[in-house]
């Protein structure tokens, strides 16, 4: 998978990279959202989490998300689906201290493939599949809520 080749011994250097070159294209932040638990918008008196979008294009967007005391939780793409920001590609998330959580790929919001995970202190955990072939499955489940 596309993943495999992601930095896993220094992922905030390739973030920044990422984010330098986009700025130098001239594709600044985008918008800041305040995010409460749920990942969801909300008030900055209600946040636990605020999202920095970077526009790649028309419809997709880098972000990244920090905790109220700024510390990286996780990096992905976003891309606009009926009118909704929904998790699209690569992510990767990480435990408070910097190190990384996990990885892997959303499709228009639900985990697809294999996700790698790791214990806080770098052990491998055993990875989690998710059957790409169920996400119809899943998104008619979801729509119907």
């Not at 989490?49 to 998300?65: C, G, I, K, M, S």
């Not at 408070?96 to 985990?111: F, R, V």
Request: glycine share 8%.
């Amino acid at each position: 998978m596309r993943y495999k080749n992601f930095n896993m011994k220094n992922p905030k250097l390739t973030i920044f990279v990422l984010t330098a070159l986009f700025f130098s294209l001239g594709m600044g932040v985008q918008a800041q959202d305040c995010l409460d638990s749920k990942l969801e918008k909300t008030s900055p008196d209600q946040a636990r989490y605020h999202r920095r979008l970077v526009r790649v294009n028309d419809t997709l967007f880098v972000a990244e998300v920090f905790d109220l005391e700024k510390r990286l939780r996780f990096t992905g793409n976003y891309m606009f689906s009926k009118g909704k920001l929904v998790e699209h590609g690569e992510f990767v998330f990480f435990y408070p201290d910097g190190s990384i959580e996990s990885k892997g790929l959303y499709d228009l919001g639900i985990k697809i493939g294999t996700w790698q995970r790791l214990a806080e202190n770098g052990a491998k955990r055993p990875d989690k599949y998710y059957n790409p072939a169920r996400t119809e499955e899943l998104r008619g489940v979801m729509g119907s809520q």
